[in-house]
Structure formats: C-alpha cells, structure tokens
C-alpha cells in the first residue's frame, strides 16, 4: 500500500516520525476522514474545506492549497487502485521540533494520508444499536477536529464496555453530539439537533442530511434537545462518515418507541445512499 507523506508518495513501510513530533508530544494537529464508495470519494470537498478551518483555528499553515491537496487525494486512491468501499484518513501537525510548547519556527507541518478498506455495517444500518449517555467533558473548541481525542476515546470505551455502540453527550443534560458522530432526535416529524456551535462538530454527514431534509420537506431544527426529551422520542439516530445515517433504538438500555428504526430515518438512510451513489 502506498501511503501520501508530505506531498510524495510512499510505501507505507517507510513512513517513519522522530519521537519529538508535535502531533505525538502535544496532540497538536488536525485531521480528516473521508469515505470512499467503489473508489469513489463521497464528500471530500466538505472534508477538505473543514480540514482548512481546522487548520487556519489553530493556526497551522498547511503546505498545499485546497485544489492541489484534492490532487493528492485523488492521486492516492489511483496508486492504490482503490476499487472498494473504504476509508482515507489524513492528518497534518505542526512538525517534528525539540519538545517546547511555543510554535517551533521554520518547521513545515508534517501530513501523511492512506487508504483503509472498510464495510458498509449493513446489520447496524438496518437494525439500528444502543447507545448510553455520558457527560460531555471535552474543552469549548470542539468545531475544531483536532488530534486531541482523548475524552471521546474514553466515552467510547465506557459505551464499548456496556455492549453499546455510542456514546450520546451532554452538558448539564444539553445534549451536544456522540463521541465520534452527530446525533439528531425525531418529535412530530421534526428533525431536532444541536446548532452548529463551537461546541460541537460540524459533522459533513449532517451538513447532506440537512440538505436531504430539506429536499424531503422535512422540517430541520438546529435547537438543542435535553436528555429529559429522548424518553418521549418518536426516533433517534446518529450521522458520521463510517456510520453513515444510522438508527438509535436504545439510550441507557431504555427502548425508543417500539426499538424499529423510524421512517424519517429511514427516509435519510435512502437518500444518503441515493447521494453516495451506493442504493
Ligand atoms: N462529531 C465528532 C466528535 C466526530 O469525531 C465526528 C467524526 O466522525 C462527527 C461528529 C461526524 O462528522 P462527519 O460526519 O464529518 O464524519
């Protein structure tokens, strides 16, 4: 497999770092991932444009330009003759430097890119999973999709621990998003999910079903839901680049409904496939 190192490409076996790199000592980076679909990438404009914002609000510069990264993206897939359903994930630091918190000066950041085969989760997207609520202890920068994952890592072993899939946060029972995907609560035919603050991340799945909302006429409410809400739900589910569109069908071993996916989403599932070019 050929990996993207900086702008060149490499076999993965000879992508090595020095142990003072920034990405590893301070976790101070961004990074991406996008879908492939039969070797197609599904919303990489969306992801390139976020990993810029990630960037410029930490204020790394990245050493390519929006049009010439989109090159390399593409270029990678190609070298790998990427026919199947997979993942690339990307990620840019600010460089290998002496250990100091301050920007180290003259260092270019340091970015590599490479292509995993991934399944679609056909049981999951059809069944739906469970979920459990967990405080949302993360810091006020979380539009920002930086290396520092550390309290989503943990959320996530909590969830994994208890057999569920996810984990649904919240801060003082405002609800936010999951530990890696966006989350959205159906009442009366009203899609309800948190705005798109500093407080969570502006997820490219949720930015399609907005626009898939508002194809299907279905009323899309960016307003926080409570955890007090989720009880008295007509349909949950959650949104991410690996999960895609998938249903909720329990929180804290409590059943949404009669625990089926709901139309709605379902709705969303059909056209995030039509969208994809995957139905
Ligand atoms: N929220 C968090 C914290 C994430 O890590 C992710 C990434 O997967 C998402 C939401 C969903 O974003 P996207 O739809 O761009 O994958």
Not at 15 to 26: K, V
Not at 139 to 163: D, G, H, M, R
């Amino acid at each position: 497999p050929v990996v993207l190192s900086q702008s060149k490409f490499i076999h993965r076996d000879n992508l090595s770092y020095p142990f003072e790199e920034r990405g590893l000592q301070f976790g101070d980076g961004v990074y991406e991932v996008i879908r492939v679909y039969r070797g197609t990438y599904h919303l990489l404009k969306e992801h390139v444009d976020r990993l810029f914002r990630s960037a410029e609000a930490i204020k790394l510069a990245l050493p390519f330009t929006n049009e010439q990264l989109i090159a390399s993206l593409l270029e990678l897939l190609k070298r790998n003759d990427m026919k199947t359903d997979g993942k690339v994930y990307l990620q840019a630091t600010r460089g290998s430097a002496p250990r100091d918190h301050v920007f180290p000066k003259g260092v270019v950041a340091n970015v590599y890119a490479y292509v995993q085969n991934l399944d679609r989760n056909l049981v999951n997207l059809q069944q739906g999973v469970s979920v459990l609520t967990h405080e949302d202890i993360r810091w006020e920068y979380c539009f920002i999709k930086s290396l520092n994952l550390l309290p989503n890592v943990l959320a996530k072993q909590t969830a994994k621990e208890k057999n569920c899939y996810e984990a649904i946060l919240h801060k003082d029972g405002k609800v936010t998003e999951c530990s890696s995907s966006n989350v959205y609560l159906v009442k009366d035919g009203t899609i309800y999910t948190h705005p798109t603050t500093k407080q969570i991340l502006h997820g490219c799945v949720r930015m399609a079903v907005e626009r898939f909302a508002k194809d299907l006429d279905i009323p899309f409410v960016e307003e926080a839901f409570m955890l007090d809400d989720i009880q008295d739900a007509d349909e949950l589910f959650l949104t991410s680049t690996t999960s895609e569109v998938l249903p909720i069908i329990t929180v804290d071993g409590e059943t949404i409904r009669d625990g089926k996916p709901g139309s709605i989403t379902r709705r969303l599932q059909k056209a995030y496939e039509m969208d994809a070019n995957i139905s």
